[in-house]
């Protein structure tokens, strides 16, 4: 799939349409986001992420406690 760069040189998703200043964070979009569902879920409540960033920082952030 081709990212389409637009003229003031942002590279713009060919599937949804969002937009990213760096072509490396488009083939992230790609690979992981869009059109993905979230894959890493929390084992106390069941909260799901697409990033396992996202969840080790629910997690340390006691966003969720397991009772």
Do not use: D, I
């Not at 389409?4 to 713009?12: D, M």
């Not at 760096?22 to 083939?27: E, I, K, P, W």
């Not at 690979?31 to 894959?39: A, D, I, L, N």
Request: aromatic content about 8%; charged content about 25%.
């Amino acid at each position: 799939m081709e990212a389409v760069t637009q003229k003031n040189g942002l590279f713009a998703c060919p599937r949804c349409g969002k937009v990213y200043q760096l072509y490396h964070s488009l083939q992230r979009h790609l690979r992981v986001e869009c059109g993905h569902e979230p894959r890493h879920a929390c084992p106390n409540c069941g909260r799901r992420f697409k990033h396992r960033f996202n969840l080790l920082a629910h997690l340390r952030n006691w966003a969720c406690r397991k009772e």
